[in-house]
């Protein structure tokens, strides 16, 4: 009996003899693995949420740099994290902070600026980090069909440069305003053919002393306020002590990787729908609120409710959209029998408020001689008399065709641009070429 428990003893000292000498070389083999495989980007790859941030990486990234040479603490490459530190990116291997801010940087070819300049501090404690510019911004950093792993957030650009200060933010080199078109649209034409005839920018800019401002009105839209709402989307609760701009700065911004956007409502910088679908029908709701009326630019009457600003409320020929009408009108588009002419205003991006400036969206008469030659009300009110009196002749017709029995395909095709023109409302001014040729195509047909 002892023999065989003797027996007994031996096989379990030998079981746990090679479980312990496999146990020991798992762990060394799991450290092995946890020392040295976090260096290979494909051990990243093996969480699926990191596929996408691989691709691009693997795709766009031309320099020979690992997961590790930018997410790791202290620039050690032993452990990883997901933000990346500024002495990641200024170390002699990749972007030396000497050299970055010691020469002048190109944007898509569009404009130039110094780093420098950007990474200095600012008022209410505001110090940018790398990241704060350059972040991985998925499908948003398209170019070239390949979503780039590093793309500039143009948000937070707008809302650094075009954000409401009380004190405005100047350039170090030349102390004009941050917000200043000229800073980035140095890549104006400064002649443009248009419809053979030529424009030339340095002759409203320079002699005639008209700002961007004053032709492209309402590019920038909405504030880029925090409200507290912002704050619940990464936050259950918030401490008192985080109310003001310096602290959330500090916490945020120069100790975190936290981008503009979260926080701050987003700026957009262009002119298309959002200025067509919110901008003008908030400003023509505060007309309506207070009663007010507008004043045709050319005539100098003034009219309740003028036909030519739709609302939602309003029926129009195109549907309920707001300005609809006026903006394919103004676009050259929306008749029917003729080919798109765009005014020429609107290949020079000139935009409603250029003319329609106050709240309520009047025109004064002498408008437009802040920009054309004096005089040029005058001009444009007899072309709308002239327009007025194609209206009528094409009117006449309409009537007339019906009696003589004329097809009912010319007939419908020649009102629906009658109604096109006289549901406008400018009688030729958003478009004065193009309305001329629906007007007078319907009525060679009808004829």
Same mark, same amino acid.
């Given at each position: ?212 401002? /004053? %032709? ?5 839209? !909405? =504030?880029?306020? &925090?409200?507290?709402?912002? $704050?619940?989307? *990464? @936050?259950? #609760? ?112 000139? /935009? %409603? ?5 106050? !709240? =309520?969206?009047? &025109?004064?008469?002498?408008? $437009?001689?802040? *920009? @054309?030659? #004096? ?73």
């Amino acid at each position: 009996m002892l023999e065989n428990i003797r027996k007994r003893d031996k096989k379990a000292v030998r079981i746990l003899s090679i479980v312990t000498i496999l146990s020991v070389i798992c762990c060394l083999t799991l450290v092995v693995i946890t020392a040295h495989k976090p260096n290979s980007p494909k051990f990243c790859v093996r969480c699926h949420s990191m596929a996408p941030s691989y691709k691009t990486w693997n795709e766009t990234v031309s320099c020979n740099t690992g997961c590790l040479s930018c997410h790791t603490d202290n620039n050690s490459g032993r452990t990883l994290s997901v933000e990346i530190e500024d002495n990641n990116c200024t170390n002699t291997d990749c972007h030396p902070f000497e050299k970055l801010t010691s020469k002048v940087s190109n944007y898509k070819d569009l404009f130039s600026f110094n780093h420098k300049t950007h990474l200095k501090e600012y008022p209410t404690n505001l110090k940018l980090k790398c990241t704060g510019c350059h972040s991985y911004l998925g499908s948003n950093a398209e170019e070239d069909g390949k979503i780039r792993h590093f793309g500039i957030d143009e948000n937070t650009c707008y809302i650094c440069h075009f954000i409401e200060r009380e004190t405005p933010l100047l350039t170090a080199k030349d102390k004009i305003a941050v917000d200043e078109c000229s800073l980035c649209h140095k890549d104006v034409a400064v002649k443009v053919m248009i419809y053979e005839k030529e424009f030339d920018h340095l002759e409203f800019v320079k002699e005639r002393k008209v700002k961007c401002a /004053n %032709c492209h009105l309402d590019v920038v839209h !909405r =504030d880029g306020n &925090v409200e507290e709402k912002n $704050c619940y989307r *990464c @936050h259950t #609760k918030i401490p008192k002590e985080y109310l003001g701009a310096e602290r959330m700065h500090d916490d945020h911004v120069r100790k975190h990787k936290v981008p503009c956007s979260p926080c701050h409502n987003e700026i957009l910088h262009k002119w298309g729908d959002e200025y067509i679908d919110n901008i003008l029908p908030a400003r023509n709701a505060v007309a309506e609120n207070e009663n007010s009326s507008m004043v045709s630019s050319v005539t100098g009457r003034t009219r309740q409710r003028v036909v030519s600003i739709y609302t939602k409320e309003q029926e129009s020929v195109f549907g309920n959209v707001p300005y609809l009408l006026q903006r394919k009108l103004y676009a050259g588009k929306g008749g029917r029998g003729v080919g798109d002419s765009p005014d020429p205003m609107y290949l020079a991006t000139v /935009n %409603c408020t250029a003319c329609h400036k106050n !709240r =309520d969206l009047s &025109v004064h008469p002498l408008t $437009c001689n802040v *920009c @054309h030659e #004096k005089g040029f009300h005058k001009t444009m009110a007899e072309q709308q008399e002239y327009i007025t009196g194609l209206l009528s002749s094409l009117s006449e017709l309409l009537v007339e065709s019906q009696k003589r029995g004329v097809s009912r395909s010319l007939i419908d095709e020649a009102q629906y641009n009658y109604d096109l023109v006289t549901s406008d409302g400018s009688f030729g001014v958003h478009n004065i070429k193009y309305v001329k040729d629906l007007i007078n195509y319907s009525i060679q047909n009808l004829e």
